[in-house]
């Protein structure tokens, strides 16, 4: 007869004490995981403190591991390019051409711009960023899209304040850590902008939608003006965000609005600047000005 294929562990007592303690380890872990789950379900703020410790921690090694994520990026792209070369430069002229003409009409706009401000008596301060610094992390196919960036109190990092990139708005920071900071991105579903089309002003909402895209909800209802390539920008409203901030493009349209691709995408971006609440910025002009009219 053959040996049965579970093995007891016998008469030994050590044996089954050693099983029997293995057992209620397991159970005790998955108590603690559920009572834990219960307890963040719907109250991610309780738990602030720890993510912004682990955050700390985490932080050096994960500024290394963007660099060098950054370093691969760029040997692969010098790598490819030695043999696109002639396509490439091709391509370039070509663009550098319809390029000059573009830059001759932003030319105009901009001396146009500038009488028109010059008229109405508008002054358009330049926002100094309160931190640059490097995304070091973010989540990329999770619903509650969030990321990491390294600069914390320390640098002045707080709450609210907005996170851009090159490309555009990238979201707002929602807790601040010593040397780290989450930012809360505009992708997630629990972020809402006031926002604007860029052409003619037409006021509306931009919520995430939690898979890389934005549902832009028009603040009148009727027929809706927008259109397929239409570029969305900051408000203004709400002083947290500057206007004109650029934040996606309309790629298809919803009977109250349209959806939206994101300018910036975060899992292409390697450095960010963290910049001062629109309010405070307001509120420092009207002082200094209040100041200078004394």
């Known amino acids: ?42 109250h991610e703020e309780r738990f602030a403190g720890l993510r912004t410790i682990a ?11 963007a660099s060098a ?3 691969g990026v760029s040997l692969w792209d010098v790598l490819t390019g030695y043999f ?11 663009d550098l051409a319809k390029a ?10 901009k ?21 640059i610094t490097r995304l070091i992390g ?37 807790e601040v850590g010593a040397i780290s900071a989450r930012v809360l991105l505009i992708t997630n579903t629990d972020s809402t902008i006031p926002v604007r089309r860029a052409s003619d002003g037409i006021q509306a909402y931009a919520t995430g939608r939690g898979d890389g895209t934005i ?21 203004g409203s709400g002083g947290i965000y500057r206007p004109g901030e650029a934040v996606a493009v309309v790629v298809s349209l919803t009977p109250d609005g349209a959806i939206a691709r994101p300018l910036s995408d975060p899992g292409q971006t390697d450095f960010v600047t963290v910049e001062p609440l629109y309010q405070e910025v307001l509120q420092s002009e009207a002082d200094k000005a209040a100041e200078e009219g004394r």
């Open 1 to 42: 007869m053959a040996a049965p294929n579970v093995r007891r562990p016998g008469f030994s007592r050590r044996a089954q004490y050693s099983t029997f303690a293995n057992y209620v380890i397991a159970f005790i872990g998955v108590g603690i995981g559920l009572v834990l789950l219960a307890i963040s379900s719907g």
């Open 55 to 65: 955050s700390d921690a985490g932080a050096p090694a994960a500024t290394v591991a």
């Open 69 to 71: 994520r950054t370093g």
């Open 84 to 94: 696109t070369l002639g396509s490439r430069v091709a391509s370039m002229e070509h």
């Open 100 to 109: 000059r003409v573009a830059l001759a009409e932003q030319a105009a706009l």
């Open 111 to 131: 001396e146009e711009n500038t009488r028109l401000k010059a008229t109405l008596g508008l002054f358009e301060g330049e926002i100094k960023p309160v931190a």
């Open 138 to 174: 973010s989540t990329s196919s999770s619903s509650r899209r969030y990321a990491t960036i390294g600069a914390g109190s320390a640098k002045g990092v707080r709450p609210g304040m907005a996170v851009r990139s090159p490309l555009g708005l990238v979201g707002r920071v929602t």
């Open 215 to 235: 549902q832009i909800r028009l603040s009148t209802t009727g027929l809706n003006p927008l259109r397929r390539g239409d570029a969305i920008v900051t408000s």
